[in-house]
């Protein structure tokens, strides 16, 4: 037992450690922003699934022999796949949606190993029963150590490790779990055929549930109830992490609480220390639901992120406790353990897709979290008939139906904050809005917004709209550097589309190059705003990850390199590194200016920038655009071999001290560290 129990939790552990070690190795090749992250989520819950589904065919199908000599031999062809080490030609070389080539590039590099380590569990936990042991207690087990590996990573692994060593560290650790679960399937080869043992019940079986939930109500678990029942809260967590990350706080790191709480309920349930008692944890859920979708509609609320976080955590706990309570108390046999994890998967994969690959494709808008909150509301109200007694099962009814309300009336407001905007277009990217403000006014404007953050804005007015404004105005430090430039055609690069904002700075002969990579970025800009149309000099855009663009193209002596690119209020990690900064120096002019945008309300930035400049020799100054009121505007770091093109008396006049960290390594390509920059 402690063998088996110790390779569950070390498989668990690897299966869960994998994941953001994987993130962070492709996320920088896709653009670097959250939706890499959720595509790969549904592709480990789908390879999840696909492992379910081996362990539950091989116990089903084949003799105990035969299940270990399978498992061992695929254990040992998959020992040939490490060291991890995705191919680097996955990199897209084209504008196409990056959806099926981060799963075809996950299939293909960790998909194998990953498949063996979601089936170690199941398969580890069949083979116990058929000693006559109980096995629910290591589910509750796996998933703890699948929590551990979640904490791990941020807090422990990566500020420590660099991503070569991670490699290496993983891979090394997953060599010694397939030797131990190697070990356990040739005994299990030796022992052969185990006769049928009765299991003793009270040995790690969670208690049964109670009061009110008649003996058979649910033929222990119908399979489509299963898969529901894990459908929802999967659906609920991507949908929660993805609402919190857009439309409360675009912060990194925000999507750990909730994937905490979620692993937290399987331990909580499986464990088997909690009695599970229906009508109390549907009542809780409901109230989740209706709290959910009240937030949603309080103005007050906006931006307020330690209060949405505890609503909104809250809310997912409690309906993932009900849900899984659920699942706990009407799990099958022990005979029919593989299908039932099976199914489980099943459930976290399709609640996963919907939300995090079908939704973006056909809502216009992102309604996903109060579509999945009524769908919430509808599952309690199913759950309320096998309740048993005609009061509890009018009030469950009454309660789920509310749920569904408040949800439609969540989506209704959402809906009539956003009719009226010119535009609203959804891709992977996220959702962008096209909105209008002070209209009928000589201060009329329109702005592009990426989930709450705006990505730039125009006055309309004619004799306005060529107005440099924003984090672009005559008064930021971009600016400045840019009028800093001796007279003549210049050439400047600028990382990051939106409105195309910066144009209004180009004049006649200057030649201004964009890089973006959502290709619904350019149809706006062009379609809404004029900065493009208006300039008089020449305009290039170039579509794709920019610094893919730029480390294929031959240097481009810019004048000027603005990287202005933002997910949400987030600058994609791979812009930083040391590695994107020479790719940049490769593009300047001999006394070019990199200008780095690092306005940010969750990130401390600038002090990594200075580390950079000093690690390759560069000057480097912090420029801060304050209004009248003090408030800042936009904060940009310039970045030059010359240091005297950084002495302008315009661009001085607006330096501020960077809190300097000597302490603090470079960021490199294997090297980030995430925490040490939180504000």
Same mark, same amino acid.
């Given at each position: 037992m402690v063998v088996i129990a110790a390779a569950v939790f070390l498989g668990a552990f690897l299966l869960f450690l994998v994941q953001p070690l994987i993130g962070r190795i492709i996320v920088p090749w896709f653009g670097g922003g959250a939706p890499v992250w959720t595509a790969s989520l549904v592709f480990f819950q789908t390879a999840l699934l696909a492992g379910y589904g081996y362990s539950a065919f091989v116990v089903r199908r084949l003799p105990p022999r035969g299940q270990a000599a399978l498992h061992l031999v695929l254990l040992a062809a998959s020992l040939l796949t490490i060291p991890l080490a995705p191919d680097p030609s996955w990199k897209p070389t084209d504008t196409a949606m990056p959806a099926p080539r981060i799963l075809a590039l996950l299939a293909t590099s960790i998909g194998?190993?990953?498949?063996?380590?979601?089936?170690?569990?199941?398969?580890?936990?069949?083979?116990?029963?058929?000693?006559?042991?109980?096995?629910?207690?290591?589910?509750?087990?796996?998933?703890?150590?699948?929590?551990?590996?979640?904490?791990?990573?941020?807090?422990?692994?990566?500020?420590?490790?660099?991503?070569?060593v991670q490699r290496w560290v993983w891979s090394l650790a997953y060599a010694a779990y397939a030797v131990l679960v190697a070990s356990l399937a040739w005994q299990a080869w030796r022992e052969g055929p185990a006769p049928a043992v009765a299991i003793a019940a009270g040995d790690g079986d969670p208690p049964p549930a109670t009061?009110?939930?008649?003996?058979?109500?649910?033929?222990?678990?119908?399979?489509?109830?299963?898969?529901?029942?894990?459908?929802?809260?999967?659906?609920?967590?991507?949908?929660?992490?993805?609402?919190?990350?857009?439309?409360?706080?675009?912060?990194?790191?925000?999507?750990?609480?909730?994937?905490?709480?979620?692993?937290?309920?399987?331990?909580?349930?499986?464990?088997?220390?909690?009695?599970?008692? $229906?009508?109390?944890?549907?009542?809780?859920?409901?109230?989740?639901?209706?709290?959910?979708?009240?937030?949603?509609?309080?103005?007050?609320?906006?931006?307020?992120?330690?209060?949405?976080l505890l609503i909104y955590c809250t809310g997912l706990f409690l309906v993932t406790l009900f849900c899984h309570g659920d699942l706990m108390a009407l799990r099958p046999p022990p005979s029919r353990l593989g299908g039932y994890y099976l199914c489980i998967a099943a459930g976290g994969a399709i609640g996963g897709a919907v939300v995090g690959l079908l939704f973006p494709l056909v809502l216009p808008n992102a309604f996903d979290l109060e579509i999945v909150l009524a769908v919430s509301g509808a599952l309690l109200i199913l759950r309320s008939v096998s309740l048993g007694h005609l009061w509890l099962i009018i009030?469950?009814?009454?309660?789920?139906?509310?749920?569904?309300?408040?949800?439609?009336?969540?989506?209704?407001?959402?809906?009539?904050?956003?009719?009226?905007?010119?535009?609203?277009? $959804?891709?992977?990217?996220?959702?962008?809005?096209?909105?209008?403000?002070?209209?009928?006014?000589?201060?009329?404007?329109?702005?592009?917004?990426?989930?709450?953050?705006?990505?730039?804005?125009?006055?309309?007015?004619?004799?306005?709209r060529r107005w440099a404004v924003g984090y672009y105005r005559n008064e930021s430090g971009v600016a400045r550097a840019l009028h800093a430039l001796p007279a003549g055609p210049h050439r400047v690069g600028i990382v990051g589309l939106g409105t195309g904002g910066l144009a209004a700075h180009c004049r006649a002969g200057d030649t201004y190059r964009f890089y973006d990579i959502?290709?619904?970025?350019?149809?706006?800009?062009?379609?809404?705003?004029?900065?493009?149309?208006?300039?008089?000099?020449?305009?290039?855009?170039?579509?794709?990850?920019? $610094?893919?663009?730029?480390?294929?193209?031959?240097?481009?002596?810019?004048?000027?390199?603005?990287?202005?690119?933002?997910?949400?209020?987030?600058?994609?990690?791979?812009?930083l590194t040391l590695e994107a900064?020479?790719?940049?120096?490769?593009?300047?002019?001999?006394?070019?200016?990199?200008?780095?945008?690092?306005?940010?309300?969750?990130?401390?930035?600038?002090?990594?920038?200075?580390?950079?400049?000093?690690?390759?020799?560069?000057?480097?100054?912090?420029?801060?655009?304050?209004?009248t009121n003090g408030s800042i505007i936009s904060d940009w770091v310039l970045l030059s071999r010359n240091a005297s093109v950084l002495d302008s008396p315009s661009v001085r006049s607006i330096a501020v001290p960077i809190a300097t960290r000597p302490e603090w390594r470079p960021w490199t390509d294997d090297h980030v560290d995430l925490l040490q920059v939180l504000n």
């Amino acid at each position: 037992m402690v063998v088996i129990a110790a390779a569950v939790f070390l498989g668990a552990f690897l299966l869960f450690l994998v994941q953001p070690l994987i993130g962070r190795i492709i996320v920088p090749w896709f653009g670097g922003g959250a939706p890499v992250w959720t595509a790969s989520l549904v592709f480990f819950q789908t390879a999840l699934l696909a492992g379910y589904g081996y362990s539950a065919f091989v116990v089903r199908r084949l003799p105990p022999r035969g299940q270990a000599a399978l498992h061992l031999v695929l254990l040992a062809a998959s020992l040939l796949t490490i060291p991890l080490a995705p191919d680097p030609s996955w990199k897209p070389t084209d504008t196409a949606m990056p959806a099926p080539r981060i799963l075809a590039l996950l299939a293909t590099s960790i998909g194998p190993t990953y498949l063996l380590l979601a089936a170690g569990g199941p398969l580890l936990q069949a083979w116990l029963a058929r000693r006559g042991r109980v096995p629910w207690r290591l589910f509750a087990l796996s998933n703890l150590a699948s929590l551990a590996a979640l904490l791990a990573y941020p807090f422990l692994v990566e500020p420590w490790l660099g991503l070569t060593v991670q490699r290496w560290v993983w891979s090394l650790a997953y060599a010694a779990y397939a030797v131990l679960v190697a070990s356990l399937a040739w005994q299990a080869w030796r022992e052969g055929p185990a006769p049928a043992v009765a299991i003793a019940a009270g040995d790690g079986d969670p208690p049964p549930a109670t009061a009110d939930d008649p003996p058979g109500d649910d033929e222990d678990g119908a399979p489509w109830l299963w898969i529901v029942l894990a459908a929802v809260p999967s659906a609920l967590l991507i949908a929660v992490s993805e609402y919190l990350t857009r439309d409360v706080a675009p912060m990194p790191l925000l999507w750990i609480p909730p994937l905490v709480l979620y692993l937290a309920t399987f331990v909580i349930w499986f464990d088997g220390n909690l009695p599970y008692y $229906r009508p109390m944890w549907l009542a809780a859920a409901g109230m989740a639901i209706i709290a959910m979708a009240l937030a949603m509609t309080a103005h007050s609320l906006t931006y307020k992120l330690v209060p949405n976080l505890l609503i909104y955590c809250t809310g997912l706990f409690l309906v993932t406790l009900f849900c899984h309570g659920d699942l706990m108390a009407l799990r099958p046999p022990p005979s029919r353990l593989g299908g039932y994890y099976l199914c489980i998967a099943a459930g976290g994969a399709i609640g996963g897709a919907v939300v995090g690959l079908l939704f973006p494709l056909v809502l216009p808008n992102a309604f996903d979290l109060e579509i999945v909150l009524a769908v919430s509301g509808a599952l309690l109200i199913l759950r309320s008939v096998s309740l048993g007694h005609l009061w509890l099962i009018i009030a469950g009814s009454a309660l789920g139906s509310g749920a569904i309300a408040f949800a439609g009336w969540a989506g209704w407001q959402r809906y009539d904050n956003t009719r009226d905007d010119l535009a609203i277009t $959804r891709n992977f990217y996220g959702t962008l809005r096209v909105m209008e403000g002070n209209e009928d006014t000589p201060d009329a404007y329109r702005e592009l917004v990426h989930g709450t953050i705006a990505h730039g804005f125009q006055m309309t007015a004619p004799d306005k709209r060529r107005w440099a404004v924003g984090y672009y105005r005559n008064e930021s430090g971009v600016a400045r550097a840019l009028h800093a430039l001796p007279a003549g055609p210049h050439r400047v690069g600028i990382v990051g589309l939106g409105t195309g904002g910066l144009a209004a700075h180009c004049r006649a002969g200057d030649t201004y190059r964009f890089y973006d990579i959502n290709p619904a970025v350019e149809v706006l800009a062009r379609k809404y705003f004029t900065f493009l149309a208006d300039a008089p000099g020449k305009i290039d855009i170039v579509m794709g990850d920019a $610094r893919l663009s730029l480390e294929r193209e031959a240097p481009q002596n810019y004048d000027v390199l603005a990287v202005d690119a933002f997910s949400g209020d987030a600058v994609p990690l791979h812009l930083l590194t040391l590695e994107a900064i020479d790719v940049y120096l490769k593009h300047l002019a001999p006394g070019g200016v990199l200008a780095m945008h690092v306005s940010n309300k969750f990130l401390d930035l600038p002090p990594v920038l200075e580390r950079a400049a000093q690690a390759r020799g560069l000057a480097v100054v912090l420029t801060r655009d304050l209004d009248t009121n003090g408030s800042i505007i936009s904060d940009w770091v310039l970045l030059s071999r010359n240091a005297s093109v950084l002495d302008s008396p315009s661009v001085r006049s607006i330096a501020v001290p960077i809190a300097t960290r000597p302490e603090w390594r470079p960021w490199t390509d294997d090297h980030v560290d995430l925490l040490q920059v939180l504000n």
